[in-house]
């Protein structure tokens, strides 16, 4: 996958997009868990509405499109882990659902870490790419702090002196 960051991002729209009509998909089993269904279940239904909740956010910025690809993989992860205790637990049509669900969640996350490591990728060369561009720039900042600095020391030590200088005449003259 060799995407720059624009197509990168728009990639993890279309992705999240399809996430969350897989999601919507799910969302005829998950209306039928009773109140009564095991606490796996339960647990399981709560995450698959964390994850809605989680797919309606739109962030506008690059930060906030960052830590949503980071709160997202975390909610995928605790839902996926969900689904293979209720895999583990269950029986019949509840167990086939849950591995495949399981088995789903394992190629959404992969697409969605692929392009936040794309993402992500793009950015550093970004910045290496200021860096580089910015270099000189960076150097005359440094150097005239530099300047600033050896100034201000130099001023510290003058005033150093003339305060001494001033505390040596005042204790002279008691």
């Not at 995928?76 to 895999?87: G, M, R, S």
């Not at 001023?155 to 002196?161: A, D, K, L, P, T």
Request: glycine share 2%; proline share 1%; aromatic share 8%.
């Amino acid at each position: 996958m060799n995407l720059g960051k624009k197509e990168a991002l728009e990639e993890y729209a279309v992705q999240k997009s399809k996430l969350q009509e897989w999601i919507k998909g799910k969302k005829p089993f998950f209306d039928e868990i009773k109140e009564e269904a095991t606490e796996d279940l339960q647990e399981l239904k709560a995450k698959y509405n964390k994850l809605k909740e989680k797919l309606n956010a739109t962030p506008t910025s690059e930060a906030e499109v960052k830590a949503e690809q980071e709160a997202l993989a975390s909610t995928l992860d605790d839902f996926q882990d969900q689904a293979e205790k209720v895999e583990e637990k269950s029986e019949g049509a509840t167990r086939t659902f849950a591995a495949n669900l399981g088995s789903q969640l394992d190629g959404l996350q992969t697409k969605m870490r692929r392009l936040s490591s794309v993402i992500r990728d793009e950015a550093k060369e970004e910045w290496q790419e200021f860096r580089e561009e910015n270099k000189e720039n960076i150097e005359k900042l440094k150097a005239k702090a530099n300047e600033f600095t050896e100034e201000a020391k130099e001023e510290w030590q003058e005033f150093q002196q003339e305060a001494k200088s001033l505390f040596k005449k005042f204790r002279s003259k008691f």
